[in-house]
Antibody, heavy 118, light 107 residues
Framework: QVQLQESGPGLVKPSETLSLTCTVS????????WSWIRQPPGKGLEWIAY???????DYSPSLKSRVTVSVDTSKSQFSLKMTSVTTADTAVYYC????????????WGQGALVTVSS | DIQMTQSPSSLSASIGDRVTITCRAS??????LNWYQQKRGKAPQVLIY???YLESGVPSRFSGSRSGTDFTLTISSLQPEDFATYYC?????????FGQGTRLEIK
C-alpha cells in the first residue's frame, strides 16, 4: 500500500518561506507524478503543483512565482517551498500521488496544518 | 483556467435516499473529471475517475455520468458513512481545478 507522510514546521512567520517534505513508502518514487494540494480552514481544495522524477514540473499560475517543487529520489521524498507567505497561505497542505493516466490523485498524505502568523 | 461549479453547495438527506450532485465545467473537458469524498479531518479519497469509472474498493452505490459539460455523481442508497463533503476535479488542462465542494448532511 502506498503511503505518504508530510513533515515540516507547523508555524511560519509572514514573509518567510514555508517548507514541507513528503516521504513516500510502499511504492517507488520514480516514474510517478507527485503533487501538492492545500485546503484553507473550512474551505475547498486548491492544487499547487506537481513534479516528476525527471524534473518535469507544473505549477498553478496563481502560485507559480512563489512555489518550487522538487524530488529527492535517494530519500524517496519530494518537497514544497513557498516564499513570501502571508496569512492567506494558512492551510492544511496535502501531498498526493497523481496517477498520470487519468490525472487523478489516488493516494494522499494525512495533511499538515501550516499556520502563518507572527 | 477551467472553472468547476458544483451544485448544490450543501444537501440534507436521509439514510437510504438516492442523492445526486452535479458539477459543471466552464468549457469542454471531455470525460476528464474525477470525484472525491472528504470526511471531516481526513484527506480526500477518489471515488470516480474519468467521469464514470469506479475506483477500486469504492462501493458500487457510487456512480458517475456525463452529459456534455455537466457531470453527475449519484449515490444510489445513502449509508451512514457517506455523509461527507464531495469534490469534483477536472484533469483536462492545467491548472488542475476543483469544484467548491458539496456538503452532504444527515436530515
Amino acid at each position: 500500500q502506498v503511503q505518504l507522510q508530510e513533515s515540516g514546521p507547523g508555524l511560519v512567520k509572514p514573509s518567510e518561506t514555508l517548507s514541507l517534505t513528503c516521504t513516500v513508502s510502499g511504492a517507488s518514487i520514480n516514474n510517478y507524478y507527485w503533487s501538492w494540494i492545500r485546503q484553507p480552514p473550512g474551505k475547498g481544495l486548491e492544487w499547487i503543483a506537481y513534479v516528476y522524477n525527471s524534473g518535469t514540473t507544473d505549477y498553478s499560475p496563481s502560485l507559480k512565482s512563489r512555489v518550487t517543487v522538487s524530488v529527492d529520489t535517494s530519500k524517496s521524498q519530494f518537497s514544497l517551498k513557498m516564499t513570501s507567505v502571508t496569512t492567506a497561505d494558512t492551510a492544511v497542505y496535502y501531498c498526493a500521488r497523481l496517477w498520470f493516466g487519468e490525472l487523478k490523485f489516488d493516494f494522499w498524505g494525512q495533511g499538515a496544518l501550516v499556520t502563518v502568523s507572527s | 483556467d477551467i472553472q468547476m461549479t458544483q451544485s448544490p453547495s450543501s444537501l440534507s438527506a436521509s439514510i437510504g435516499d438516492r442523492v445526486t450532485i452535479t458539477c459543471r465545467a466552464s468549457q469542454s473537458i471531455s470525460n476528464h473529471l474525477n470525484w472525491y469524498q472528504q470526511k471531516r479531518g481526513k484527506a480526500p479519497q477518489v471515488l470516480i475517475y474519468a467521469a464514470s469509472y469506479l475506483e477500486s474498493g469504492v462501493p458500487s452505490r457510487f456512480s458517475g455520468s456525463r452529459s456534455g459539460t455537466d457531470f453527475t455523481l449519484t449515490i444510489s442508497s445513502l449509508q451512514p458513512e457517506d455523509f461527507a463533503t464531495y469534490y469534483c476535479q477536472q484533469s483536462y488542462s492545467s491548472p488542475i481545478t476543483f469544484g467548491q465542494g458539496t456538503r452532504l448532511e444527515i436530515k
